[in-house]
């Protein structure tokens, strides 16, 4: 009942507001406006020709015979936005703690993803590694102690503990238990970041070392019968790639000029 009485309050709030504003704006019917648009009765029936001036007919007043102002348009706007400020109930103050917007940045990472979560607290991955360990602990029941062959079960069973713990702390699968790559860019246990790094790294070296041995000698034989103490002096310093590249991108030496390009014209 008390929600519905300033919906009541609001409607009649409108329907005043309309009420000033089709008083304010709309021509009445017997202005020179209503006679301009009054039309025929029949469809196709011509309005009759204006007739010579009746000495009977009184002139209309002048405030019938002027047109719609622009300023009883703002008027009317006024008056409807007087009418919805008064009866508009002031705006509750915000709770900074129970309405600030929350961060869900936790949500766009892998560790929030549905179908995984750490193998050391899954089940399946547990019960794989329980199996292989019992099969190492009933090899060893077989064999005496200090024996060869006990002393490598005993290796092998204590580096099956050591790949336990470290495959616990990647994400594996809900549903099989199996440790999982990570792909999505992130600095995790399992992803692709510092093995891209390094294979990038790696390869760099490689192709760095061979271009350096190729501009010092410039010879084709030298390419079949390879210059072992060079090769090892460009290998050496190839690990800096990095910076050698970057000090020849500055220096405008990393691509050759186009002088020294030979072209073929035909």
């Not at 648009?37 to 309005?47: H, K, M, S, W």
């Not at 336990?164 to 440790?179: F, H, I, Q, S, W």
């Not at 019968?225 to 000090?247: K, R």
């Amino acid at each position: 009942m008390a929600r519905a009485l300033p919906a009541a309050v609001a409607a009649c709030a409108v329907g005043a507001a309309l009420f000033a504003t089709a008083a304010f704006v709309l021509p009445t019917a017997s202005g020179p406006l209503a006679a301009e648009t009054r039309l025929p009765r029949a469809r196709g029936q011509l309005p009759e020709a204006p007739g010579p001036a009746s000495p009977e007919a009184a002139p209309l007043p002048a405030w019938e015979q002027q047109e719609p102002s622009p300023l009883k348009w703002i008027g009317a706007g006024l008056l409807a936005g007087m009418v919805f400020a008064a009866l508009t109930p002031p705006a509750e103050a915000l709770d900074r703690d129970s309405n600030a917007v929350r961060p869900t940045l936790d949500k766009f990472t892998i560790k929030a993803a549905k179908y995984l979560e750490l193998c050391k607290d899954n089940k399946k991955y547990a019960k794989k590694w329980k199996d292989k360990f019992f099969k190492v602990d009933s090899k060893l029941k077989k064999y005496p102690k200090d024996t060869a062959v006990y002393n490598r079960l005993l290796k092998k069973k204590a580096g099956l503990q050591r790949r336990k713990e470290a495959y616990g702390e990647r994400l594996c699968g809900k549903k099989d238990g199996v440790p999982r790559t990570i792909a999505t860019g992130e600095f995790v246990r399992g992803g692709i970041i510092p093995s891209s790094l390094a294979f990038i790294y790696t390869t760099g070296w490689i192709g760095w070392a061979g271009r350096s041995y190729l501009r010092r000698t410039l010879d084709t034989k030298k390419e079949i019968m390879i210059d072992v103490p060079l090769a090892l002096t460009c290998m050496a310093s190839g690990f800096a790639w990095p910076v050698y590249a970057w000090q020849e991108i500055v220096n405008g030496e990393m691509v050759a000029k186009d002088e020294d390009i030979h072209r073929s014209f035909f």
